[in-house]
């Protein structure tokens, strides 16, 4: 159980183009969901949290207008990188907040791998 | 949440225990001690939390000494597989969020 999932697994696109990446929690709902980004031999950032229905809160010097969120529903979030630039060619990892005995737990999708031309 | 500190890197022989230590000193009551890995280019995987009593499951063994200032996280038989960065992380029952340090990455070695 508490399996996440993220497509695409990877995409390449031009600058200047936006890319959409989609989180689904499979078998759980999730009302809160985390975005993270990881450069190579890094650990992972928090880059935002998304609750369900309402805004994401972003983490300090992650600009709200260029990675969009949408957390419509309890199985699905969504990141838009707009305008992507070279620099933004990183590793995408969303995780949604589920339950481990009773606890809550984050469970982790397995990432996308974003490359910018 | 409490800052954890582990030791940047380790190695295990194969089919041998491995044995990684967390050091998180300014731990509060209320702060639980979650355990995930990362095998490369793959995201985070759950392995065990703890809050005071040691816990066991299927992947992994949690030892939390009596002060609650560290932990082991203990594989009892290691494999090949389980080569990753291992990160030990302090939260709270709310579990807003959590800030990722470097870990520890665990090779083991044939």
């Known amino acids: 159980g508490a399996v996440v999932s993220q497509h695409p697994s990877r995409v390449i696109c031009k600058s200047g183009t936006s890319v959409k990446i989609e989180c689904r929690s499979l078998?759980?709902?999730?009302?809160?969901m985390f975005w993270y980004r990881q450069f190579p031999k890094q650990s992972l950032m928090l880059m935002a949290t998304?609750?369900?229905?309402?805004?994401?809160?972003?983490e300090q010097g992650v600009e709200k207008d260029k990675f969009l969120i949408n957390h419509a529903s309890l199985t699905l979030s969504t990141l838009t990188v707009t305008s992507a630039h070279p620099e933004d060619s990183s590793f995408y990892i969303c995780?949604?907040?589920?339950?481990?005995?009773?606890?809550?737990?984050?469970?982790f999708g397995p990432g996308t791998r974003l490359t910018v031309l | 949440d409490a800052k954890t500190t582990q030791p940047p890197s380790m190695d295990c022989a194969e089919g041998r225990a491995a044995n990684l230590p967390c050091n998180h000193s300014?731990?509060?009551?209320?702060?639980?001690v979650y355990w995930y890995r990362q095998i490369h280019s793959q995201g985070p995987q759950y392995i065990i939390h703890?809050?005071?009593n040691n816990e066991t499951n299927e992947m992994a063994s949690l030892i939390i000494t009596e002060d609650r200032k560290s932990s082991t996280l203990i594989l009892p038989h290691a494999t090949l597989r389980d080569t990753a960065v291992y990160y030990c992380?302090?939260?709270?029952?709310?579990?807003?969020?959590?800030?990722f340090g470097p870990g520890t990455s665990l090779s083991v070695i044939p």
């Open positions: 998304s609750n369900e229905g309402s805004k994401a809160t972003y």
């Open positions: 300014t731990i509060s009551g209320n702060e639980y």
């Open positions: 995780s949604g907040l589920g339950t481990s005995r009773s606890t809550d737990t984050q469970y």
């Open positions: 992380i302090a939260v709270k029952t709310s579990y807003d969020k959590v800030i």
């Open positions: 703890g809050l005071k």
């Open positions: 078998d759980f709902q999730a009302t809160t």
